[in-house]
């Protein structure tokens, strides 16, 4: 069955510097999510993407995050200046349409230092 | 605004224990419900989804009823087993009203199940 693939499982980083978070989704996917957990809170909606633009954004999507579709199979989430609070769960997801449901990969754990 | 709570962890039972992990919901319109569970070491999958009222979603012995008037999405199982052992996430979607359509997913903190042999 094809699935959403995540790199790198684990990322460290000392604070402030710059990550990006990768994501394959599945190939004929054309909406794409990405959402975070902090480590004992809930999985937060971070911003949707189609059709090469962002959709919707939640408030913690500010300008320190951005996301990228490169070409026609990774999707990524930059963060700028990391911070420790930064250090969570990061998944992406992707669907075939709205009316389908999201497919989650496994996620990158950002520890931020 | 909307928004998912649902019971605090952990649970853990015997096998072949009846099951439940109550979820409700707070929502404008007519959401779109999920259970979503995440097995050690894995992502999210969809376990179920119920898109209207009265509406019941089953999967894998687990099942849960859209009830509108009591704002609920509860996990039943009759019968768990050990490979059962992961978190359990209720979800909702505010773009439920649109045919069923699915957009954004709002999530509860989860519920950690261990289920003992």
């Known amino acids: 069955e094809p699935e959403v693939t995540q790199t790198p499982s684990h990322q460290v980083t000392q604070m402030g510097q710059e990550v990006i978070l990768r994501c394959v989704p599945i190939?004929?996917?054309?909406?794409f999510y990405w959402y975070r957990q902090i480590l004992g809170q809930k999985v937060e909606f971070l911003v949707s993407f189609y059709n090469n633009e962002i959709s919707e954004k939640s408030e913690i999507f500010d300008d320190q995050f951005s996301v990228e579709r490169p070409d026609g199979s990774n999707f990524t989430l930059k963060i700028r200046s990391t911070k420790l609070e930064d250090s969570a769960m990061y998944f992406c997801a992707s669907s075939s349409s709205v009316n389908q449901p999201q497919h989650f990969g496994d996620g990158t754990r950002l520890s931020i230092l | 605004g909307n928004s998912v709570t649902q019971m605090e962890g952990p649970v853990t039972l015997s096998e072949e224990a009846f099951l439940t992990i109550n979820c409700t919901y707070t929502a404008t319109g007519y959401p779109s419900l999920f259970w979503y569970v995440q097995y050690p070491g894995e992502g999210l999958q969809l376990l179920l989804k119920?898109?209207?009222?009265?509406d019941k979603g089953s999967n894998k012995g687990f099942e849960a009823t859209y009830r509108k008037e009591t704002t609920s999405f509860h996990l039943e199982k009759g019968s768990v087993q050990v490979s059962d052992s992961a978190v359990y996430f209720c979800a909702l979607s505010d773009r439920g009203n649109y045919g069923g359509s699915q957009g954004n997913l709002i999530f509860g903190k989860g519920t950690k199940l261990s289920v003992k042999p």
């Open positions: 190939s004929n996917h054309l909406y």
């Open positions: 119920a898109t209207k009222a009265d």
